[in-house]
């Protein structure tokens, strides 16, 4: 089958064969945002003409795509959910040529006091990570980046989550505040991480926390080329200490990412493993496939 | 006397009487990242040189103006501070023509784990707050603005501050993050900003409720026009929480910030009083400088 991890900025299909391994991928720089005038299925066959050529097979795709600046849109399925129900809500596409394409909705949930939550792409990630580790009751899930979410599985089903703006709030803070005007360039300083996540362990609040890092800065306490690293800790650790919970955690992301915050949750006293976002959004198209062919046969 | 309240944009300058009232006032873009080359002197000469020519009394200024920035440095005073302490911590200028200048340190502090904080300018506010309002006893004072300062004032002494990067933060998500984009402008939505205050009450954590602005707004909770005072609202009832505290609180800011902390003040239980911070910058230079004047003599 073709698979394709459709976002904003990127586009990454894969050929996956039956098991949920990899056969070939291609990455392209034609995220939604890059395509005009709703050329979609031109800038796909773009892509992979070839592969469209030697595969009958739908094309699945999951993320953005299915947003409404998308393809088409595919709504939300509500928590909780399990796999298979995302796998009945697939919506098709219009395509020509006889070919057939389908779009994974994402998931909604609202949280305790009410407030909407959504997420697109990192469903498809969840379900494989399962599915891959064989795990499907009592798990935590992290999906870290520029909005992190944090899930909540029961028995195979996901039960809920919240996303936390955490990687965008560090991206604007070094590019555009009084914190960047004082960061230096140079390696990752995980000593300065570390202090960061302690930090947020703290009384004083996030928005009290963040003017320390200037002043710390200012007194010499933290080195200019150590604070993006000690803000980066501090704003994982207020995101792990506000999603709570005990117990592992599995954290499904980019190696460096996945790895960052995994070495947080263990400073915060949890259990953490990683597994590759790659792995997981692979594994994750093959289930949900594998799924909607059943259900349609 | 003349009184300078010399920041890092602007330049504000008073001719105060005896009792703290104002003569005359200017102000000039002429902030302390106006002036190049260290011409200080130079700079407050072209907008005040009537002035100085009529007045013989030393000149007091407070703000940036005493930061290693500025026209001298003029070290922080430690917590616990008293306003007489401040007044013989003034540091002298070097200026020509028989003229005398004298800067007002900041306060330094560090907060309970030990992380340092730093003030410059509200010192000055909060001393001529107390002054004017005759309470010098149990007092908590908040200073909004770019980075927010709230002050515990106890029998006259400042016993320690936090400061909270609440404006800043505010300016950067609506200028530069994906809350920005579905802000649309209008006039200003107190139900928004009030259910923004409520929200920072519930569980979930900043960094989740940001993320939420975002839902709401898409899931049409939250109009466009109303999602800037929803933040506004957030970000500083989350201010307001971290702070701490019971009882009054005394409001000192520019109008209309002032009057949107003390309307949040109220919804979180807190009864508030507003205080202009340009009478309170002069009730604070008329008292360091006759402090100052009566510990010479």
Redesign the interface.
Known sequence: MIGVDWGTTQLRAYRIDSSGGVLASRSAPKGIMAVEGGAFAHTLEAVIADWLDQEPAPILMSGMIGSRQGWVEAPYVPCPARADQVAQALVEVAWGNGRRGFICPGLACR???G????MRGEEVQMFGALDALAEAAGSAICHPGT??KHVTVEDGTVAGF?????G??FA??R????LGRTMAAGPADWQAFDRGVE?AS???????????AR??V??D?IAPAAEADYLSGM?IG??I???GGSGAVLVVGAQALAERYARAFRLCGREARVLDDETATVKGLRLIHDLAQKAAS
């Open positions: 949280d305790r006091d407030v909407p939550d959504v909005h992190s919240r996303t936390y703006m955490t965008e709030v604007v803070l590019d555009h505040s009084i930090r703290n009384s004083g609040g996030l928005l009290h926390h963040l003017f320390g002043t710390r200012l007194m306490e704003l207020h995101e200490h506000a999603a």
